[in-house]
T-cell receptor, first 112, second 115 residues
Framework: ELKVEQNPLFLSMQEGKNYTIYCNYS?????LYWYRQDPGKSLESLFV?????AVKQEGRLMASLDTKARLSTLHITAAVHDLSATYFC????????????FGGGTRVLVKP | DTGVSQDPRHKITKRGQNVTFRCDPI?????LYWYRQTLGQGPEFLTY????????KSRLLSDRFSAERPKGSFSTLEIQRTEQGDSAMYLC?????????????FGQGTRLTVV
């Protein structure tokens, strides 16, 4: 059974500092996704990572994928208040219909 | 096409009542997924369709739950005899079958509260 684990579960950040969220998954998967969710809202796609060594960046967020270690990281550079949200990673397997298996989420709170 | 649309956005129902949710996917997407998200947790897969065919159901989908996609376009998710444990956000997502580099796109969700 495919399992996805994120850590930490909660991250209290200071504005201007850098932080990393980790995502481990248990079996070989085809794609890894990062989503952002604001309270009471749906999921906003941030990144799709397809291959080993993939790195994608958007603004203060950078995601990377190591398929050999089954590990993805989401790095936040110089945190700002607007980044406060819950971040989820998810993986899918093409042979299983590309249904997503999600991690438990990392709740991020950026304090001034 | 403005994306995946779900209706209603919020539903409050009494325990034991039946409820039905609707999802309209992005028009060219032939895959449609339903997920459930309880408070403080990640979304969990319930079921998915390719066109009108329901290809997989999670064991989370008890016999009180039924989903349909009769013409391969919109989908409905019905919960019969609702229980308090059914309170959650129900999310619908759609994607092309050959996803390539594309992720699944999520709707805004239907928040169900069973009182």
């Amino acid at each position: 059974e495919l399992k996805v684990e994120q850590n930490p579960l909660f991250l209290s950040m200071q504005e201007g500092k850098n932080y990393t969220i980790y995502c481990n998954y248990s079996t070989t998967s085809d794609r890894l996704y990062w989503y952002r969710q604001d309270p009471g809202k749906s999921l906003e796609s941030l990144f799709v990572l397809l291959s080993n060594g993939a790195v994608k960046q958007e603004g203060r967020l950078m995601a990377s994928l190591d398929t050999k270690a089954r590990l993805s990281t989401l790095h936040i550079t110089a945190a700002v208040h607007d980044l406060s949200a819950t971040y989820f990673c998810a993986v899918d397997i093409k042979a299983a219909g590309n249904k997503l298996t999600f991690g438990g989420g990392t709740r991020v709170l950026v304090k001034p | 096409d403005t994306g995946v649309s779900q209706d209603p956005r919020h539903k409050i129902t009494k325990r034991g009542q039946n409820v039905t949710f609707r999802c309209d996917p992005i028009s060219e997407h032939n895959r449609l997924y339903w997920y459930r998200q309880t408070l403080g947790q990640g979304p969990e897969f319930l079921t998915y369709f390719q066109n009108e065919a329901q290809l997989e159901k999670s064991r989370l989908l008890s016999d009180r739950f039924s989903a349909e996609r009769p013409k391969g376009s919109f989908s409905t998710l019905e919960i019969q005899r609702t229980e308090q444990g059914d309170s959650a956000m129900y999310l619908c997502a759609s994607s092309p079958r050959d996803r390539g580099n594309t992720e699944a796109f999520f709707g805004q969700g239907t928040r169900l509260t069973v009182v």
